[in-house]
C-alpha cells in the first residue's frame, strides 16, 4: 500500500527502529528493492533523486511503484523525493504522486533555506504530501550533489530547533558525519552521536534523516575490482554505527551506493564469466538478485525494521 513516511516514522520512533530508504532508477531496482521488503515483513521507502527521474521519466517511475504496490498490498511503501533542487521540482513530485518530498536547501544560507522549505510545506500539505528538510551539508558526490569536504558543516542543534518550528518540516536531514558517495572516509568512520543526541533532546517529536549512510560493502566493492572495476580505496559508514543510529532517534536511513554496488559487481561477474552473453536478463536477474539480498541484510541486520509493516 502506498502511504505517507508519517506513520512510518511514527512507529519507528515509539518502537525504535529505522526505515530504509532505497533509491531507484529502474524496474529490477524497485523489484529488488519491494521483494526484499515483502519478505521480511517491513515498511520501506523508494526514492528517486531529481536525475533519476530525468532518467527513468516520471511516469514510468511512478506505474511502476504502483505495480509494486498491487503486487505486495500489505507492505506499507512511501514514494519520496530525494534531494528536491528547487520549489519547482518538489512541486511536480507533489502533483504526480509521492507521498514524501524532500528540498535540500542546506547549500544556501539559513534564511533562504527556511525561506522555500517553508513554501515546500505550505504546497505540499496543501496536498496530504509530507517534507523532509535538510539542515547541514554533507561532503562527497552523489548524482547532483556536489559539496566538498572543506564546506561540510555539521548541523547545529539549536538551528535544528528553529528551523523546524519556522518551517514546519515533517522530517529533518541532519549532518553528523555521514557522506555521499563510495568514498566517505580517508581515515576511520566517524559519526557524531554527541551531535544527535542534542538534536533529539530540542526536537524529540520530528523524525530525523541521515543522508550519505551507505555502508560501501566491503565485499561488493571487491567483486567489483575483480572483474575489472578500478574503485580503490572506497569507504563507507560501518553497520555497526547505522544500527547504533537507527537505535538512538534515527528514523530514516538513506541507501544508494551500495544498491549501485551490488548491481554493477553482478554485471561485471556475469560478463566476465560469460563473454558470450547479450541477453540483458541474463545480467539483470542476478544483479537484481544481490540487491534483493543487500536491501535485505539491511532491514534485518542493521535497521532493526523486520516484522514491522
Partial sequence: MLVTTKEMFEKSMKEGFAVGAFNVNNMEIIQAIVDAAAEEKSPVILQASSSAIKYARINYLMKMIEAATEEHPDIPIAIHLDHGPDFETCKMCVDAGFTSVMYDGSKYDFEENVRVTKQVVDYAHSKGVVVEAELGKLAGIEDDVNVSDADAKYTDPAQAEEFVKRTGCDSLAIAIGTSHGAYKFKGEAKLRFDILKQIKERIPETPIVLHGASTVIPELVEQC??????????????????????????????????????????????????????????????????????????????FGSSNKA
Fill in 225 to 302: 575490482n575483480k572483474y575489472g572495476a578500478d574503485i580503490p580505496g572506497a569507504k563507507g559508514v560501518p553497520d555497526e554505527m547505522l544500527h547504533t543510529a537507527s537505535i538512538s532517534g534515527v528514523s530514516k536511513i538513506n541507501v544508494d551506493t551500495d544498491l549501485r554496488l551490488a548491481m554493477t559487481a553482478e554485471i561485471r561477474r556475469v560478463f566476465a564469466e560469460e563473454p558470450s552473453a547479450f541477453d540483458p536478463r541474463k545480467y539483470l536477474k542476478p544483479a537484481r538478485e544481490l540487491i534483493k539480498q543487500t536491501v535485505q541484510h539491511k532491514i534485518r541486520d542493521v
